[in-house]
């Protein structure tokens, strides 16, 4: 999967093992080295942290599946009120 990126913070893996044994999932990382660019919460209904840019790949009518999975999920919430 390529993104596109622009940013100049990183997750500091140092703290990495704690999160993970809190809950925190590493769900994507970046090939050419140890950094971490996805992470989730299993079971939450949508926790998503990303440090790429989805509206760069977005169209009004192509969303990124970030934005797509961000209104079901809202839209589930919503049902469930």
Do not use: M
């Not at 093992?17 to 769900?27: N, V, Y």
């Amino acid at each position: 999967i390529r993104e596109r990126h622009r940013h100049r913070y990183e997750f500091n893996n140092a703290h990495r093992p704690i999160l993970e044994k809190a809950g925190l999932r590493i769900s994507g990382t970046y090939p050419k080295g140890d950094l971490v660019e996805v992470i989730e919460i299993p079971g939450h209904p949508w926790f998503v942290a990303c440090q790429f840019h989805p509206e760069f790949r977005s169209k009004p009518d192509v969303p990124h599946p970030l934005f797509r999975g961000f209104a079901e999920a809202a839209r589930r919430h919503a049902q469930k009120s």
